[in-house]
């Protein structure tokens, strides 16, 4: 079945470093893929997406390009801030025809001043 | 649009009481989803449903649980009795239907708490 394996946080990063998140994934067919953000206390927001291989999503200076090759999603940004302390949620929606999407455990991002 | 709507935010009960958690999707999604979420097992996927219609319950954890969504605007998810290892927090989610590329919308949820 499909799977999505995400980097073990939490993460600890100072403000303005550089951030990287792993996700790799396990499906058939052609997925899309996601990073949802989870701020404390709320539920998941959709951060960006893409549908296809060599596509880039982004928002907010997050970035991820979609690698086939090497079946990953890895989640990037220049310089975060306090504000980027949340969940990371990687997901993904096979193309087979059903809205189920898969999500991995989630990464602990904090940042400190 | 307001998004999904959950209530309530919070819920504490004694074993052995219903609960009923409620969601509002989005106007227009096609698909609804309820998700359970704990430290311990993550994101779970309870049921889906697709134009009103359950399509996949195989994540309700016994019998103890189940769902309704009598029509598109509105869903219910009823815990009966409820148990303390059933607490967590529980989200709704829509989403447009079927085509690539769509990501769900989710509610703010609501944390159950059963003592």
């Known amino acids: 079945g499909d799977s999505v394996t995400q980097m073990e946080g939490p993460v600890t990063l100072s403000e303005e470093a550089f951030l990287t998140i792993n996700c790799t994934y396990t499906?058939?067919?052609?997925?899309?893929l996601f990073w949802y953000v989870q701020y404390p206390g709320e539920g998941l927001q959709l951060l960006l997406k893409a549908t296809k291989a060599d596509d880039k999503g982004s928002n907010k200076g997050f970035e991820a390009t979609y690698r086939k090759e090497t079946t990953s999603f890895h989640l990037e940004k220049g310089s975060v801030q306090v504000s980027d302390s949340a969940v990371y949620f990687c997901?993904?929606?096979?193309?087979?025809?059903?809205?189920?999407?898969?999500f991995g455990t989630g990464t602990k991002l904090q940042v400190i001043p | 649009d307001a998004g999904v709507i959950q209530s309530p935010r919070h819920e504490v009960t004694e074993m052995g009481q219903e609960v009923t958690l409620r969601c509002k999707p989005i106007s227009g999604h096609d698909y609804l989803f309820w998700y359970r979420q704990t430290m311990m097992r993550g994101l779970e996927l309870l049921i889906y449903f697709n134009n009103n219609v359950p399509i996949d319950d195989s994540g309700m954890p016994e019998d103890r649980f189940s769902a309704k969504m009598p029509n598109a605007s509105f869903s219910t998810l009823k815990i009966q009795p409820s148990e303390p290892r059933d607490s967590a927090v529980y989200f709704c989610?829509?989403?447009?239907?079927f085509g690539l590329g769509y990501g769900y919308t989710f509610g703010s949820g609501t944390r159950l708490t059963v003592v």
């Open positions: 997901a993904l929606l096979n193309s087979g025809g059903y809205q189920k999407v898969t």
């Open positions: 989610a829509s989403s447009q239907g």
């Open positions: 499906a058939t067919g052609y997925p899309s």
